[in-house]
């Protein structure tokens, strides 16, 4: 995928040549409309309303925060509080703002595989990002996971143009990016320690000892770790929790990531080969000693990107789960391209990316379709159902009215559900005619108490039972 010189455009103060500008230009299409398509079909799920209700416009900037400290560092939730405090706090506004970043993250690893071997690098590395499943699927969610891809690609970009050129701007850009990397997500961390191991290996490595670069170094590295101090103590906190969410690993965890990004058969191996041919081109360097510090940057990246969760995740607890890899997945998307690089025959370069493209789509539309995938849970749904009975002498009980309340506010600005074990439970039902109780199916849900379900079939018949996806919904109505 060599380009021949000719006319050139700048982009962020790059050169790059008018038929590379309008590749990238159809691909940053192709991924906005792949992400955007149909994206209204489900609504929100757990995780989701998790972001959405945390970056509620109505809320303070503290209390944003505050709630970030049950969930990630607040640089996510922040810029969502603040888009919608310009956008409408609904489903499309949140979901927009995702694809948006999403997008971005093509453009990003472009110039991060250009700067790690060639153009041909780049653009492949941007064309597995447009199509791949993993991506697409998480561009589509209100939540962080494309925005630590974009904030891991561009971290390491300026990082190994610190190491090859040693620009002032560069150290800027590395802090800032980094910088937003912590303060977006805890595996941020895992970035910089891995970034720190792998500076210390190419400063012995190369016998580095030019005094200026390496004061910068420090301090670019120093500044970097201070943004985050205001959050050390949360992260000490979470130190004391005694199980997380992530589930134990097997020792065959690799095939099944490899599995998770890709999805299809035909895709996984296609990209497993390449990135077999990409490890072999290093192997083949270590042999020659030829190894170039791309290389070291890249195997620290993945390696130790994995090796790190993984570690603790075998000496404490499970921490290592599919989309906090986001922070490698860029690197893994490189490596694939380097891979792809050192193919020989035009044809075959030209039939892999057919294949790949036709396979993400197949895949996509009919075998595990992303834009018709039912919901996790239907809290949309429901509400809506719901709301068609409403008027003042309604009420409504749910153990999860925590989440319910965002589609009740959205669609009708009222204060219920009520959860039932805190709510003037007898009260409420003295001055209502109707009851709606809502159950989750998916998650432990201790509903009614036997008190509660007494006083209410005493007072009220069962006049419709609802099942949707992983709620059910029962309506009473005053006997």
Known sequence: MSMQQGVQVNIFRR?????VFAVITLMVLLGFGLRLFNLEFAGLWIDEIHSAVGSDPDKTIAQVIEYCKRDQPPLFFLMLHSWFKIFPYNDFSGHILVVIIGTLSIIAIYFTGREWKNDSV????????????????????VRFYPLVFLLSALSYLFFLRILKKKKGKDFLFYIISTSALLNTHYFGMVVFASQFLIFAIIIFWKRISDVKFLAYSILSGIITGLSFLHWM??????????QFHAQKLSWYFPALFHWVYFRDIITAIICAMLAFLALREIFLSVRRRQLSEEQVVLLGWIGFGFLIPLLYSLLRM?????????????????????????????????????????SFHVNALFIKPIYRAKPFEEWREVTQEVLKTDHENQVVFSQYAWYYRYYFKILKSIHQPLEPGYADFKSWLDRSEKVWVLTSTRFPDAGL??????????????EKELTYTDTKAKYYLRR
Request: zero cysteines.
């Open 15 to 19: 050169s790059i040549h008018l038929p």
């Open 449 to 462: 108490s036997l008190d509660q379900e007494k006083m209410l079939k005493e007072n009220f018949r069962l």
């Open 122 to 141: 780049g653009l492949v590395a941007a064309f597995l990002t447009t199509i791949n499943y993993f991506h697409v699927d998480a561009s589509r969610q």
């Open 233 to 242: 103590p949360v992260v000490i906190s979470d130190l004391g929790i005694s």
């Open 318 to 358: 499970p921490m290592l789960e599919y989309k906090y890899t986001f922070i490698t997945l860029p690197g893994l998307f490189i490596l694939m391209s380097t891979g792809f690089d050192s193919l020989k025959v035009k044809n075959l370069k030209l039939l892999t990316l057919i294949v790949l493209f036709l």
